[in-house]
């Protein structure tokens, strides 16, 4: 007890703020990670540093020996496992969105006029199971991925986005690009996620949509061409089937400016 009391009178304030300081730190960390496969990782490398100290204990020589090698073999691999991850923390901490919890780059209502449009289109689209892929930008540039497609630099609207789906026309394969209120760039190529363990009847436009948000905070709009569900990409989770309400809703909330609302933070949902 006395030990404890010892311990309160050296506690300082600047002990506490360094404690919220990391406690916050690996709040927005789990944050990051949240929905992605480093979940799983997390959980694997959280049970080896277990069992490496309980063989510690048990003086288990050589068990310990190999917990120790993996774990220095593990500090090599982690970057690499990690890769999409550490990028998109890095990404973030540069543009300052580690320690934001809201972004935007255009005006309200400008934002406001490009989501109606978006969402008019989708409505279009879906009742004629048309596919489409639609990738918004938010702070994190996508002119890589521009540079795929062909430019178009036209303001967007819901009939420049429906023409440009419409089957068998030179640029309905592939993403459309949305800068502000501009509709850069069609036809754009976007990454594929890795992950394994989305849902197998997932096609080629929900993968790209995924591996697009997990290496950038785009927020991306895709229209079944199966089915017409219209979902919603963003930090690596994918919003299935959304009514046209819901997707208006979602679209304001990510991408209206900050002063208007902040960004939420989706979990995945199950396939209604």
Known sequence: MALWLEV????????????????????RFLVLIRGTRAVQLLKGV????????????????????LLNKIITIGFIAIPVVFQPELRRALDQLG?????RFSLGNASAEDMRHV????VKATQVLSKNRI????????????TEYTETGTLIEAVASSELLINTFIPN??????????RGSRLVAAGCFLPLTDDRDLDKKLGTRHRAAIGLTEQSDAVV?????????????????LTRNLSESALTEQLQNLLVSPESKPVSWFKRKAES
């Open 8 to 27: 309160l009178r050296k506690f300082t304030v600047l002990d506490i703020i360094d404690i919220l300081i990391v406690a916050f730190v690996l709040y």
């Open 169 to 178: 026309t030179p640029l309905h394969d592939g993403a459309v690009v949305i």
């Open 221 to 237: 709009v895709v229209v079944s061409e199966e089915t017409g569900q219209v979902s919603v990409a963003v930090d690596g989770v």
């Open 131 to 142: 596919g489409a892929l639609v990738a918004m930008e938010r702070r994190t540039g996508l």
């Open 95 to 99: 543009r300052g969105g580690f320690f």
């Open 46 to 65: 959280i049970v080896i540093l277990i069992a490496t100290a309980i063989s510690s204990v048990l003086h288990l020589q050589a068990l310990s020996w």
């Open 115 to 118: 989501i109606s449009e978006v």
